[in-house]
């Protein structure tokens, strides 16, 4: 069983809709949780972070950590095509700069 | 653009050959990161350098080595290739040590064992 596991996808979206991303994880140690996303044939790049659990809102991006459950989440509203990406969960323990990623989730989002 | 240069972007070899990717932090950052993102597993942490010294270890097989010079530029070797090291190699690189907040990632070097 990998450490974080997230559904690849594709999620397919029309414009405008609520998007919800979601990792799950077996590590309780786990206290730092990041979404990245990813463009093809791009670098990943960080969108958001959150410390232990809690909810973090960033324009139309919010982040929700549930640790009792092991389960973390990212909400897109409003989607735009220009959201079409993969998203990448991510988490860490204390002092250790190494990230645990999980594989992805492939977004689509059409006009 | 992150600031953070990768190369070659793509590189194609044959299985038994050795292979050396190249990274440039962004300029000031004193920490590299190496990371493998392939389609079973995902992105999967290989090794970090902090200004020269190696400071964390990853998934990194023995056939596979890193440094990290005076420039702090790093380089990633690759040894005895089989065709499952077929893959996207990233380099990320942060300010300093703690780089969890701010880890930038390059463009990625595809490379394909045939």
């Known amino acids: 069983q990998k450490e974080v596991e997230q559904d690849p996808g594709p999620l397919s979206v029309p414009e405008g809709a609520i998007v919800s991303l979601n990792c799950t994880y077996s590590?309780?140690?786990?206290?730092?949780f990041m979404w990245y996303r990813q463009y093809s044939r791009k670098g990943p790049e960080l969108l958001m972070y959150?410390?232990?659990?809690g909810n973090k809102e960033d324009g139309r991006f919010t982040a929700q950590v549930d640790k009792s459950s092991k389960y973390i989440s990212l909400f897109i509203r409003d989607s735009q095509p220009s959201d079409s990406a993969t998203y990448l969960c991510a988490m860490s323990g204390e002092n250790t700069d190494k990230l645990i990623f999980g594989t992805g989730t492939r977004l689509q989002v059409f006009p | 653009d992150s600031g953070v240069t990768q190369t070659p972007k793509h590189l194609i070899t044959a299985t038994g050959q050795r292979v050396t990717l190249r990274c440039s932090p962004r300029s000031g950052d004193l920490s590299v990161y190496w990371y493998q993102q392939s389609l079973d597993q995902g992105l999967q942490f290989l090794i970090q350098y902090y200004n020269g010294e190696e400071r964390a270890k990853g998934n990194i097989l023995e056939r596979f080595s890193a440094q990290q010079f005076p420039d702090l530029h790093s380089e990633l070797n690759l040894s005895s290739l089989e065709l499952g090291d077929s893959a996207l190699y990233f380099c990320a690189s942060s300010p300093n040590g703690g780089g969890l907040y701010e880890q930038y990632f390059g463009p990625g070097t595809r490379l394909t064992v045939t």
């Open positions: 590590n309780s140690a786990f206290q730092y």
């Open positions: 959150t410390y232990s659990s």
